[in-house]
């Protein structure tokens, strides 16, 4: 599970603290500015998800599909950033806005969650159709790492992808609602609480300005947002009630990506820091819980979605160099 030293991750001088790493993208990295095309992929339920695309126009060259984390969108550096990396390789990409996070409420009172599978593979459907000569990846950070895993194991030989990388994920979403709220993590927590119920409050907004009277009873029914300081007691109120599932502890158990990687058939490789401050180690799956087509490259250090190395004047960023490279090495581009 260890990586091999040709691959190992070394931190930039003074960013060895898994925060920094962790903070330094939405903090302190600077804007990537790559030309974007948006498409809007309406979906069954009448709802819409939001593909920004990047890089060449080409029925051959292969396409990546990137998905973002909690509370993030294709505007997160991270994002952008993995864009711009595969376009210079002349590889393909369209970055999906999960449910609400494309800068416009989404039209159910229903969201995105961890477990959200079911809106990855519409999407996976949708560019296959758009582009069946190219090879076609995916590539999701924490809360997109777990649902595309989720994904690859429901799916098996079908996830009709030919490589997936996921980054930082949240294996056992019930131990890292644990983690968070421990220590510094509480920090991000915090700013997580905040973000979710700001998201809720403007999707009510939006319902009464458009007079969609029943979904603003729906989420009316949810109760107060106040006081909601943990992921326990979002997911609790607010998660579970809106998706079908019977409480957190529920949800949690159905959408952990830790239970459903032994159905992985598809070349799959996970990066992953062990000082992660959002994941205990041992949420990590063990060796015999992994198909054969699944590597863990697992590092000492790098934070949650961090793995900024260089030097503080010059940034470097494993990850934009590390995921083209590996998908690369499968021979499809």
């Given at each position: 599970m260890m990586s091999a030293a040709s691959e190992r991750f070394v931190p930039a001088p003074g960013l060895g603290n898994p925060h920094l790493q962790t903070l330094w993208g939405p903090l302190w990295r600077q804007t990537t500015h790559i030309d974007r095309q948006r498409e809007r992929l309406w979906l069954e339920d009448g709802d819409f998800l939001d593909l920004d695309w990047h890089g060449p126009h080409s029925a051959e060259a292969p396409l990546v599909l990137v998905l973002h984390g909690l509370t993030g969108s294709s505007n997160s550096p991270y994002v952008a950033g993995l864009q711009q990396a595969l376009g210079r390789q002349g590889w393909a990409s369209a970055a999906l806005n999960w449910r609400g996070c494309s800068g416009e409420p989404n039209l159910l009172p229903r969201s995105y969650h961890s477990g959200v599978s079911e809106d990855l593979a519409a999407a996976i459907t949708h560019l296959r159709a758009r582009r069946p000569l190219a090879p076609?990846?995916?590539?999701?950070?924490?809360?997109?790492?777990?649902?595309?895993l989720k994904h690859l194991g429901e799916a098996g030989r079908d996830s009709q992808l030919q490589g997936a990388v996921a980054v930082s994920v949240p294996f056992r979403l019930d131990q890292c609602a644990d983690r968070i709220g421990q220590g510094f993590s509480r920090f991000y927590q915090a700013?997580?609480?905040?973000?979710?119920?700001?998201?809720?409050?403007?999707?009510?907004?939006?319902?009464?300005?458009?007079?969609?009277?029943?979904?603003?009873?729906?989420l009316a029914a949810l109760g107060p947002l106040e006081n909601m300081r943990t992921f326990w007691d979002f997911d609790g109120r607010v998660t579970a009630p809106l998706h079908g599932f019977s409480d957190a502890a529920d949800y949690y158990r159905r959408a952990s990506s830790r239970y459903f990687m032994a159905g992985i058939s598809t070349p799959t490789l996970v990066i992953q820091a062990a000082d992660d401050p959002f994941v205990f180690p041992h949420s990590l799956?063990?060796?015999?819980?992994?198909?054969?087509?699944?590597?863990?490259?697992?590092?000492?250090?790098?934070?949650?979605?961090?793995?900024?190395?260089?030097?503080?004047?010059?940034?470097?960023?494993?990850?934009?160099?590390?995921?083209?490279?590996?998908?690369?090495?499968?021979?499809?581009?």
């Open positions: 076609l990846f995916a590539v999701g950070y924490s809360l997109g790492g777990n649902v595309l700013h997580f609480m905040r973000q979710l119920v700001a998201y809720v409050r403007n999707k009510q907004r939006q319902f009464q300005h458009d007079g969609r009277h029943e979904g603003l009873a729906t799956p063990e060796p015999r819980e992994l198909s054969a087509s699944t590597r863990i490259e697992l590092h000492a250090r790098g934070g949650h979605v961090g793995f900024v190395d260089g030097t503080l004047r010059r940034p470097g960023y494993y990850l934009e160099r590390r995921i083209p490279d590996w998908l690369a090495s499968l021979g499809h581009g």
